[in-house]
Structure formats: C-alpha cells, structure tokens
C-alpha cells in the first residue's frame, strides 16, 4: 500500500535557523512527488514536483530533494512567513487517476 | 486567472441532515478531485471525475456521499444523512488535461453535530 511519513510533526525554529524536513514513501512506481505548503484556514498551495532520484528543485529558501525513499524540503535562513504546514504527497503509476498520497505534514513555526 | 473556488467555506449541521459542497475548478481543467481530511489525519482521496464522469470513487466512504459534476463544469458533493464521522475538512483540486500539478481550493469546514 502506498504510504507517506513526515517528520518532524512539528519544528520551531528562529528566524535565519536552517533546517530540514524529511518525506519518506513507499510507492509502487513513482508517478511525482510533491510538495505543498498549507496555511491555516487555506488549502493546500503547489510548491515543487520531483519525479525521479537526484532531481532537486528550489524557489526562495526553500530546496526540494529527492532520493528512491525520501525527500527533503531545506529551508535556508527562514523568515516568519515560511511558518506554515508543509505537505508531501505522492503519485503512484498504478492507475488513471493521478490521485494523492498525502503525509500528514510538519507544522513549521518560525519565530522573529 | 481565477483558482478552484468552494461552496460553503464552513457548514453547521445536525446529524441526520444533509449538506451539499460545491466546488468551482479552473476554468479548462477537465480532471477535478475530492479530497477530505478529519482532524488529527492526513488529507485523503474520496474521487475523481475527467469532464462529467467518474474516473475512480474508490475513496468514497460510503454510499452517504454523492458526487456529481453534471456538463463538465462545477461539481457537488451531497452528504446524505449526514453522521458525526463525516466532520471534516473538504477539498476540492483540479488538474489540467495532461499536467501533473492539482490545484486545491481553500476548503470547505464540514462540523455535524
């Protein structure tokens, strides 16, 4: 069964701290990997896709990686309006649908 | 260029009843989802519709829900009657013909008392 883990569930960090997140799947195929962040009361909002090992993909502080069992969200020198849910979620080959596999996201803080 | 937008953004009701969502995709984007997450769990799948017709409802709970995506167009999300476990937060995403990326809008707040 196709499954993804994040961790940590939460992460607080002081403004200009860098750190990382980390998205482990089990997939039968890898289809794409995404990456979306959440803010409270809004849905989810498309940041990056990767679809094979070694792609990485970056925008702002924030870099994306991609291994055949995990991905890394990496956030360099963060400000406070990074602080959100970050979701990872993927697509498996098998089937039509192209429908998501979601973690259950890192509430990232990051404090002025 | 307008997002995916959604029909009620919070609904109250008693158990027994029976709310309807409706979701508004990207203009074009024939492939439109359902999602919905309850507190403490991950966002999950519910279906998936390409223009009017269902490509796969094998997310879908039970047969309390109906969805219909009548034309192409908009869709609806019926709940029907509606039970305590059906709380939630309710996504709607679309996807262009062809493209990757699904596109949420910001949700609908499902609260059954």
Redesign the interface.
Known sequence: EDQVTQSPEALRLQEGESSSLNCSYTVSGLRGLFWYRQDPGKGPEFLFTLYSAGEEKEKERLKATLTKKESFLHITAPKPEDSATYLCAVQGLGGATNKLIFGTGTLLAVQP | EAG?TQFPSHSVIEKGQTVTLRCDPISGHD?L?W?RRVMG?????LL?FVKESK??ES?MPNNRFLAERTGGTYSTLKVQPAELEDSGVY?C?S?LAGG????????TRLTVL
């Open positions: 995916v492939n989802y999602y769990k991950e966002i999950k799948f998936h490509q796969d997310g996504f995403a996807r990757d990326t699904q596109y949420f809008g910001p949700g």
